[in-house]
């Protein structure tokens, strides 16, 4: 079955007065593209004259469309990975866009370790491609659900995304990222279990700026 996707771009021309009880509007849409077997990732604008839609078939083939402010189809460009390599074997890729970069983030599970992870690739919007090679950002042993990761939800300033159990923030100048998650329990007792949160922060660069895991001062019973 084809997947059709369409980029619609509105553009709201607000009027003087501020209670004024028509909003006029102007709604384009561009041409559909079929692209079988592929997920609309993300659509994201560059500037004021470029967006740029990113198609994915898991993490071993992307399709990047970039379009004109009028929604012409200006460039495309097909990146493809070998299904075993370390980004072909990935999960849950999402590309977010910072204040100057953007990436694409993707979740590395090793079952027989019991290690989960996330890695970042390098996206050039410019050259509808991905510049080096992945760096992995964190790893960590067990991650389990998050239910504490769900207080943050509330903060406006703040841009969630879910890879997985990882869940990723952008502040609000689009300059450093958040990863939570949180480590399986060992201790299956409320009481004497003392849960693990752990906080990683990354700078635009994919530096890492300070992070950890670290270990909940009340058992379980007690919060």
Not at 40 to 61: A, C, D, K, W
Not at 98 to 108: A, E, H, T, V
Request: aromatic share 14%.
């Amino acid at each position: 079955m084809k997947s059709k996707f369409l980029i619609t771009f509105i553009a709201l021309h607000f009027s003087l007065q501020l209670f004024s009880q028509q909003v006029p509007y102007k709604i384009e849409t561009s041409e559909g593209i079929d692209i079988p077997g592929y997920t609309n990732l993300t659509t994201l604008p560059y500037g004021p004259h470029t967006i740029i839609q990113v198609n994915s078939r898991g993490t071993e083939s992307f399709k990047f469309f970039s379009y004109s402010s009028d929604l012409k189809l200006v460039k495309e460009n097909t990146v493809n990975f070998d299904k075993a390599s370390e980004i072909g074997k990935a999960y849950h890729p999402f590309l977010i866009k910072l204040k100057s970069k953007s990436y694409l983030f993707m979740r590395n599970i090793d079952r027989e370790k019991q290690l989960d992870g996330i890695s970042a690739l390098e996206f050039s919007p410019a050259n509808l491609n991905f510049v080096g090679t992945a760096k992995r950002l964190y790893t960590a042993e067990r991650i389990g659900a998050n239910p504490l990761d769900y207080r943050l939800l509330g903060n406006p300033m703040l841009r969630r995304y879910e890879l997985g159990p990882h869940s990723a923030y952008v502040c609000g100048d689009s300059t450093k990222m958040l990863f939570v998650y949180m480590p399986k329990k060992t201790e299956l007792r409320d009481k004497l279990n003392f849960e693990k949160i752990g906080l990683q922060v990354f700078d635009e660069q994919m530096q890492k700026m300070w992070g950890g895991e670290y270990t909940i001062p009340h058992s379980e019973y007690d919060m």
